[in-house]
C-alpha cells in the first residue's frame, strides 16, 4: 500500500488526492504505526491524516477514549468534543468519576480561550456546561463556609456570587445537553446532574436566608428560572451531602424561604 500512497499523491486534484489517501489509510490502519516513518518523512504524508485512521478504527471497536485521543492528536478538536460528550462524559457517571469530566475539557477550555469558542463546535452547549458543573462542587462549599464565617473578601463574593448564578443556568441547560429519554447513559448523566446541582441550589438558598435573616446583606442569591413563575416555596429539613477536598457538609437541617422571580 505504500505504492499505492505514492501513486495517489500525484494525483492533481486536492481535494480528491487527500480523499483517496485518508481512505488508504483507513484501509490499512494496522499497519500504520510500522510504517509511521516513511509516509511522513519520505512521502510527506499529512501526520493528521494517519491519526484520522487511527480515529476511525477504535470508534468502530468502541474504543472512544481512544478516539478522543486520536482525534486530538489529528487537531480535530470538534471532532474529539463530539465524542468526549456523547460517549466519555456519560460514561464518566456511570463509574461515578466525575473527576474525568476535569481531565476530559480542561485543556479544551484552554484551547477554547485562545481559539476563541467557535474553534470547537458546539463548546458552550457541550464541554463548557459539563466543566462548569465538575468544577462547581469543590468550587461553592469553601465559599459558602467563609460566607457562613462572613469572611469573604470581595473577590470570593463576587465569585459566590458567578457561581450562584452558573449553578441555575445549568440546571436549565443540563436537560438540553442529554435531551435522549431513551438512552440510558444519557439518563444516567442528566439525572446525576441534576441531583447534584439542585442539591447546591439547595445550600445556595439557605446561606441567602441565613443571610438575609441576619441582615448582613449579602444577597448570595435571587433565582431566575425559566420553568417557574413568580412563587413561594419552603424547604424544611432538607439534608444532602456535598463534597469538596477539605470539608463536607452533612445532613443539615433548613427552614428557607425562597423567592423565585
Not at 466519555?88 to 469558542?117: C, I
Not at 468544577?135 to 469572611?151: C, I, M, V
Request: with cysteine; proline share 2%; aromatic share 8%.
Amino acid at each position: 500500500y505504500k505504492r499505492q500512497a505514492y501513486v495517489l499523491l500525484h494525483l492533481t486534484d486536492e481535494g480528491t488526492r487527500a480523499e483517496a489517501v485518508r481512505a488508504l489509510l483507513a484501509r490499512h490502519v494496522d499497519d500504520l504505526d510500522t510504517h509511521a516513518s516513511f509516509l511522513t518523512t519520505t512521502l510527506h504524508v499529512d501526520e493528521a491524516w494517519l491519526w484520522q485512521a487511527r480515529a476511525l478504527a477504535a470508534h468502530a471497536r468502541c474504543d472512544y477514549y481512544a478516539e478522543y485521543e486520536c482525534r486530538r492528536n489529528a487537531h480535530d478538536l470538534s471532532g474529539a468534543h463530539a465524542v468526549a460528550v456523547r460517549y466519555l462524559a456519560a460514561e464518566s457517571f456511570l463509574r461515578g468519576d466525575t473527576q474525568m469530566l476535569m481531565d476530559l475539557f480542561r485543556p479544551m477550555a484552554e484551547e477554547a480561550e485562545s481559539q476563541g469558542a467557535t474553534a470547537i463546535r458546539g463548546w458552550n452547549e457541550g464541554g463548557r456546561v459539563l466543566l462548569d458543573f465538575a468544577s462547581l462542587p469543590h468550587l461553592l462549599p469553601p465559599l459558602l463556609a467563609k460566607a457562613q464565617a462572613g469572611t469573604l473578601e470581595a473577590f470570593e463574593r463576587h465569585t459566590l456570587q458567578q457561581a450562584t448564578v452558573r449553578t441555575h443556568e445549568l440546571m436549565d441547560r443540563v436537560p438540553l445537553l442529554y435531551p435522549d429519554t431513551s438512552d440510558l447513559m444519557s439518563t444516567v448523566a442528566r439525572s446525576e446532574m441534576l441531583a447534584v446541582l439542585q442539591n447546591l441550589s439547595r445550600l445556595l438558598a439557605s446561606e441567602a436566608g441565613a443571610q438575609n435573616r441576619s441582615g448582613t446583606g449579602l444577597h448570595l442569591i435571587r433565582l431566575k428560572s425559566s420553568n417557574c413563575r413568580r412563587q413561594r416555596v419552603t424547604l424544611a429539613r432538607r439534608c444532602w451531602r456535598v463534597y469538596s477536598d477539605d470539608m463536607v457538609f452533612n445532613g443539615m437541617d433548613f427552614a428557607v424561604y425562597i423567592q423565585y422571580t
